[in-house]
């Protein structure tokens, strides 16, 4: 058998993004004038602030009237009150509130800080109120993207959408996946035997995650300028998936 390998192809030139712009032609035109060929089971993982940016999912500060809940915990968190209200409106339920932090669950499921909104990398400098909100459906955002690239180029391909996030048991934050389709977010290996012939029981493998970090190390989180990257030998069967395989249910989520 070859040696596995699994290439990363970071796709530079993007220009910046504003509402409505077409992600899926703005990505192949990158790649033609980088004389890359996206090919068949190729994934395109996506950051998250391009997609955001394109869907509008600005926000102003100065339009957001905070509510009483918001006004206690950014007493609590010492973050501005009218940017409470905007994580609470963006979240399910808030889990962890200490001085500058605000844990919540998200409404598309997943835990993380501040309901993923950010100010970074925001074009504008001059409007310091201006945020960005994550996709509001990112799954179906992938999708998108998904079918216009595979009718365009007449191939088969995963597309990955990822933001960074931290996580209840280490330092520092990682890619994770936020919207997928065309690849699986689990891979069971449950039944599957190991070197020495035992079945596995319990092993479940975040392949999504997993790709999703591989590739933010090209991203950066900075000025890199590097919004997409190319994933070409993913080790697993490309299918149809969804972020909500990545999500535990709560009752087993022993962090909450």
């Known amino acids: 058998m070859l040696n596995p390998s699994l290439q990363l192809i970071g796709v530079t030139g993007v220009p910046l993004i504003k509402p409505g712009d077409s992600i899926s032609e703005i990505i192949l035109l990158a790649c033609q004038k980088q004389e890359i060929v996206i090919q068949d089971n190729d994934i395109l993982v996506i950051t998250q602030k391009i997609v955001s940016k394109a869907e509008g999912r600005f926000k102003n500060l100065n339009s957001i009237k905070p509510g009483i809940r918001a006004g206690i915990i950014s007493l609590v968190t010492q973050k501005d009150p009218r940017f409470v209200q905007l994580v609470l409106d963006e979240s399910n339920k808030v889990l962890r509130v200490k001085k500058n932090t605000l844990i919540v669950e998200h409404k598309n499921g997943f835990v993380c800080a501040n309901a993923g909104i950010d100010h970074s990398n925001v074009d504008d400098k001059n409007q310091e109120n201006i945020f960005l909100l994550l996709p509001k459906n990112p799954d179906f955002s ?18 990955l959408i990822i933001d960074s996030h931290g996580r209840a048991w280490r330092n520092g934050t990682i890619g994770m996946a ?70 535990r249910e709560r009752k087993d989520d022993l962090f909450r």
């Open 142 to 159: 992938a999708q998108q993207f998904r079918n216009d690239i595979e009718r365009k180029l007449n191939i088969n391909i995963g597309v």
């Open 178 to 247: 936020i919207g997928l389709s065309g690849l699986p977010g689990l891979v069971d290996l449950r039944g599957k035997e190991d070197l020495f012939g035992f079945k596995l029981r319990i092993t479940m493998v975040g392949a999504a995650d997993e790709l999703a970090a591989g590739a933010s190390l090209l991203m950066g989180q900075a000025k890199e300028g590097v919004p997409v990257v190319i994933a070409r030998g993913f080790p697993y069967q490309l299918r149809d998936g969804k972020l909500s395989e990545l999500i």
